[in-house]
Nanobody
């Protein structure tokens, strides 16, 4: 059974940092393209960052470029999202996604709140 478990969310002041983790099990992690999405209240889920199977290629939403960094450790079956210079508009539930071909798995999400 595939499981994606996010952690690392919390409350932070503007300008602060958080590091999200997503631990995967039940799949061959190194074969999966990994992404972080987020969903703010009343808004659609949006792609934040994505990383290729090897970690050699990444892409980011314009709103987080230069502030967020996605990385992965295939030996630990974990993908990370380092979030710096956080803003109130980054407040959302952050979800981890694993994808290969037409197969997609989601984690349960972790809440990030940036308050002033």
């Amino acid at each position: 059974q595939v499981q994606l478990v996010e952690s690392g969310g919390g409350l932070v002041q503007p300008g602060g940092s958080l590091r999200l983790s997503c631990a995967a099990s039940g799949l061959t992690f190194s074969l999966y393209h990994m992404s972080w999405y987020r969903q703010a209240p009343g808004k659609e889920r949006e792609l934040v960052a994505a990383i290729s199977t090897s970690g050699g290629s990444t892409n980011y939403a314009d709103s987080v470029k230069g502030r967020f960094t996605i990385s992965r450790d295939n030996a630990e079956n974990t993908v990370y999202l380092q979030m710096n210079s956080l803003r109130p508009e980054d407040t959302a539930v952050y979800y981890c996604q694993a994808k290969i071909g037409s197969r997609t798995y989601w984690g349960q999400g972790t809440q990030v709140k940036v308050f002033s």
